[in-house]
């Protein structure tokens, strides 16, 4: 067995405190700059490719990643590793589709482009239902995964390690906005990666190669596609209802967007997201495959059920820590599980903050000066710190398998959002009493499913009228809420008036070229067009990364 804890030598506690000084000085030196509310929420409209991918690629992994895709890892091979590889694809429909509509209507936020193109009750809509998330998923399980990682690999307290986590990350948020957050990712990223390398490649030394793990884990473990009644990654729900998922996610969810709007202009915007996607075919390799390591090198840590399915598979990440790297590696990844959660938690804070501040506050008070939405958007980050120590207490709570918890908690949220989003730029018959129509219905839907699950978890399951809507995997569920949705969208829109035309204009393909009414934003520049180079370098890119992603699949298969 392997030894309990694990003792910090001088050199790891000397890489983590050379973490925190530089993530801290990045943040101040952000926070001494001028503010306008430009540059507090969109780092003034002035960041390059670079940056952007690697903020949207750490705003994405946190530690839920690191506990929950090893553990699906361990209990089921590489197939969790469908969710990353369709990010890469998804993040070029942000790219390209999205992103020119984005930027033209010169808007801060989601819900804002929503007012635009539908009225101002879907934007309150969203703006709630993404504010509340934040703060269920996100927040909640990046706090609990990485303070089960750090109680069992360094034996620090779940409660006081959060608390610790929280206020730092709170601190330099709070001060320096989206450009500290940004900046800080950049640094984040690199350190994550190399740390995360670092732990698969010494267990694959360990393990003896590819060819060792092959033969000590089960041969299904290596096959991604799965059949339809596989209870967790079915195929016709990973290529049907992942993309799903995904939209919401990558292409409409304010804490990914967030960092495409801060772009100099849209040729960097459209890098960045290819940037991110080339970055997302990493945490199959580096986090997933540890997984596996884990479960072959060490399965007598490991509890099995009678049918051999692993019982505890969240144990994978810290089994390997505990029993590979020797001192000095334990620091570089703890310091990538620290880089993970912070970056992460940032991206919310910030995020969260810009709902409230600019699709709330100034809409009840239009006349805010700059430094008022400026004070206030500190305010709300604030708020969102404080609601993050009020969870401490509850993040025990939450279960194992934490990567399919929060992807089915996702897929009852998306559905709705994902068709106003994707059917609102493509027809412009559908109207505002649609939209609204199809995200209450979806909202029913999804809180429907949320609460016979948890009552059949408890023990009182529903009737045989209702079984069905439990017992569906949780990727068809998202794919026939996306259906009933759309549905519901379509069919009021037709029955009720067409939007003024006017009101469309520069919002949907068909009207792309009219010329709409820009968001007036004071202090703020609207993002140069793409440039003949940049867009002839961003197709290469682009279909390099959609040719790797397919080799690999079809590897996988």
């Known amino acids: 067995m392997g030894q309990a804890t694990a003792t910090l030598s001088s050199i790891d506690l000397g890489i983590i405190v050379a973490y925190f000084v530089v993530i801290f000085c990045i943040g101040l030196y952000f926070a001494r700059r001028g503010r306008t509310s430009t540059d507090y929420f969109l780092a003034g409209r002035d960041v390059g490719w670079f940056a952007i991918g690697a903020s949207l690629f750490v705003s994405n992994i ?44 010169n808007v801060f936020t989601m819900p804002e482009f929503l007012e635009r ?6 934007a309150v809509y969203l703006a709630s239902i993404s504010i509340i998330a934040y703060i269920f998923t996100k927040i909640s399980v990046q706090l609990y995964a990485a303070s089960v990682v750090l109680e069992r ?16 990350t709170g601190i330099y948020t709070v ?61 016709t729900g990973i290529f049907f209802g992942a993309p799903i998922l995904g939209i919401w996610y990558w292409c409409t969810d304010q804490v990914i967007v967030q960092r495409v709007l801060s772009a100099r202009d849209e040729g960097h915007a459209k ?29 007598n840590f490991f509890k099995f059920g009678p049918n051999g399915e692993v019982l ?47 699709d709330f ?39 194992s398998q934490l990567y399919i918890y929060l992807q089915s908690v996702q897929a009852y949220i998306s ?49 045989d009228a209702l079984s069905w809507l439990v017992d569906m995997n949780f990727l068809h569920y998202a794919i026939f809420m996306f259906v009933i949705c759309s549905g519901v969208l379509v069919a009021v829109s037709l029955m009720t008036p067409a939007p003024d035309r006017k009101k469309l204009a520069g919002l949907t393909f068909a009207t792309v070229d009219e010329k709409m009414d820009l968001v007036a934003v004071t202090n703020a520049r609207k993002p140069a067009a793409e440039t003949p180079r940049e867009r002839r370098m961003n197709l290469v890119f682009t279909f390099a990364l959609i040719a790797t992603v397919i080799t690999l699949w079809v590897h996988f298969r």
């Open 153 to 168: 690999v360094v034996g620090w307290p779940l409660w006081k390690t959060a608390i610790v986590l929280v206020v730092a």
């Open 271 to 299: 890098a960045g997201t290819i940037f991110a996607g080339f970055l997302k075919i990493l945490p199959v390799f580096m986090l997933v495959l540890p997984g596996i390591i884990a479960l072959a090198l060490f399965r």
């Open 415 to 463: 559905p709705p959002i994902a068709s106003c989003f994707v059917l609102g730029i493509l027809w412009t018959r559908l109207n505002a009493q649609g939209a609204i129509s199809s995200l209450l219905t979806g909202f029913c839907l999804g809180a429907l499913r949320f609460i016979l699950e948890l009552r059949a978890k408890a023990g009182s399951a529903p009737g």
């Open 117 to 122: 193109r539908f009225s101002r009750s879907c």
């Open 175 to 235: 001060a320096g906005g989206l450009a500290a957050v940004i900046y800080t990712d950049m640094v984040q990223t690199m350190i994550l990666i190399v740390g995360a390398v670092l732990l698969t490649v010494i267990g694959l030394h360990r393990v003896g190669g590819f060819e060792g793990l092959r033969a000590a884990v089960p041969p299904d473990y290596f096959h991604m596609i799965k059949p339809v009644s596989d209870p967790n990654f079915p195929w």
């Open 62 to 105: 946190s530690t839920e990643h690191f506990i929950g895709l090893s553990g699906s890892g361990a209990s089921s091979g590489l197939a969790v590793g469908h969710f990353e590889w369709w990010a890469c694809l998804i993040l070029l429909v942000l790219g390209w589709v999205f992103v020119p509509f984005y930027l033209r209507s």
């Open 312 to 358: 505890n598979p969240d144990t994978a990440y810290p089994t390997l820590i505990l029993n590979l790297l020797p001192p000095g590696l334990v620091g570089l990844v703890l310091a990538a599980l620290l880089a993970a959660v912070m970056g992460a938690m940032a991206s919310v804070f910030n995020s969260a903050s810009t709902l409230v501040t600019l």
């Open 361 to 399: 506050y100034k809409k009840i008070r239009p006349e805010a000066s700059e430094s008022s939405l400026v004070n206030m958007g500190r305010i709300a980050t604030g708020v969102m710190v404080l609601l993050g120590l009020l969870w401490v207490p509850f993040i025990h709570l939450i279960s």
